[in-house]
Structures are given as structure tokens and as C-alpha cells.
């Protein structure tokens, strides 16, 4: 059929779906369908609907677009996605404009840990940004690590990481001079009220927070006086009306600590330093 002929037959599938911008969506699907960019899908004039079925049928179950394309943009760098972590989203990239409000001088950062690293987007973000520093991202999931260590490679970070399977901070015997974390922080209950790209295909140990979506905050809490460098950072992500919540909890911990806003104002990154 006519590229322009596919174009909207995909978008008003789309649409029916449920879709949020379907005609912008379908024409990266059909791209990708035929493995080529915006502009090469513009030189087609016709596709063969063999080609793009399969991943207009993946989008019409809601599948994230993300793990269709098999990867995401963050921080300006490319990165492989997997239903084993969390899509790399915008607001995210919150804690890496605070990290470098928080150290100007880019080569004073020496190591970098995160918690919790999924992709690894937020690590390997700070490496590019860090010249000096050589980072550890721990995640519970040995699916995870390996997607981030594959994103280390692709970015050619990879002698400056190292990525380990484990629970938060346990085994970790050194001090960081930036610690970041994006943790599951929504509540239980609200997990069934997540859009359906969240709720049926992203991990859900990456977003349940527990009851009160506190529990990894808190463990993240106790961990940070053996982890962080006297003259360290730690910056975590905060979900919406967290922020009172989790500055509590590092305040009674001993730190201090200020918020740094996403670009719809909402509190996202809070910064931790000891007192």
C-alpha cells in the first residue's frame, strides 16, 4: 500500500487503541518496520503490510514503544531497553542536572554508584558527564545488570563501570562520592491504576514501593552513612507527593538536604549531603 496510505491506517489502529499521539507514532513504527529513519520512510512509496503487522499488533496491546523499538533516548545518549527495567524516562535525567549543580567541577567526582541501575541510564549518564569517575550500578536483577552493562559497552563506558546483582547496598564495602537512585516508589494499591504500558509490561518490582511506596527509601536510608564520602551527594528520585515524606526520613537520618524540580515543577530529585 501508498506510504501515506499506511501512515494513516497505523494511527487510526492507534487511535482506537488508545494511543496518545498516534500519527507521530505511527510513523516511527512503520520506520522502524523498515529499518530506517524519518527521512527514508518519507523516499517510500509503498510498504507492505507483512512488514509493520507485527509491531502495530505489539502497540495495540499497549506494549510500550520503548521495548518495541528496543531503545530509548536519556540524557541525549542511546540506550537498549528490555521488559527486564524500567523505560528511561525525561524526568529522570532531574537527578544528572542536579548531580552537576551539585558538582561544578566535573573531574572532582571519583566514584559513582548507583542504586538500583536498571538500564543503567542514570550511571552512564553521569560517567559521560564525570570524566574522573568510575561508577558500580546494583540491581536485584541479573537481567538488568546485563542490559546495563550492554548499554556500558554501547556507549563505550565500559572500562569506567561495573554493573552487580544484588539487594540495594548489601556487600558494598566502599564510600561514593555520588550516589543515585531511581527507586520503586509507588504505592501498592496504586498499581492497578497505572496506564497499561506501566501496570502489564514494565517490572513491577521496579515501581512497587510498597504500602506506602517508602520501603526502598528507607533502606536506602540506612545504607547511605557507610556509602557516602564525607563531602558526597546522594540524589534520589521522588515520585508525586513524596517530598515531605522522604526529606523526613533523611533529615531523622542525620543529613540535610534540598529538592531540585523537573521541568513541570514538580519536586523530582532530592539531594542528601551529612551535616
Known sequence: MKTAEAVTLVAARLAAAGIEEPRREARILLAASLGVDAAGLLMRDNIDEALFAPFLARRESREPLAYILGHREFW??????????????????????????????????????????????????????????????????????????????????????????????????????????????????????????????????????????????????????????????????LGLSQLEKVTDLAENAGFTTAVRADLAGHPRALVIRAK
Open 76 to 237: 541525549g545518549l542511546e540506550f537498549f531497553t528490555s521488559p527486564a527495567t524500567l523505560i528511561p524516562r525525561p524526568d529522570t535525567e532531574t537527578l544528572i542536572e542536579a548531580a552537576l549543580t551539585v558538582f561544578p567541577n566535573r573531574r572532582s567526582v571519583q566514584s559513582v554508584l548507583d542504586l538500583g541501575t536498571g538500564s543503567g541510564c542514570l550511571l552512564l549518564a553521569a560517567l559521560y558527564e564525570f570524566p574522573e569517575a568510575f561508577g558500580v550500578g546494583v540491581d536485584i536483577s541479573t537481567a538488568a545488570a546485563l542490559l546495563a552493562r550492554g548499554n556500558a559497552k554501547r556507549l563505550g563506558l565500559s572500562e569506567r563501570a561495573a554493573f552487580l546483582t544484588g539487594n540495594w547496598a548489601e556487600s558494598l564495602g566502599t564510600k561514593f562520592d555520588l550516589i543515585l537512585s531511581n527507586p520503586p516508589y509507588i504505592p501498592s494499591a496504586d498499581i492497578d491504576g497505572l496506564m497499561p504500558e506501566v501496570q502489564n509490561f514494565e517490572p513491577n518490582s521496579a515501581l512497587n514501593g510498597g504500602a506506602d511506596g517508602l520501603v526502598a527509601y528507607r533502606t536506602i536510608m540506612g545504607a547511605l552513612p557507610t556509602l557516602l564520602a564525607p563531602c558526597g551527594s546522594a540524589i534520589l528520585e
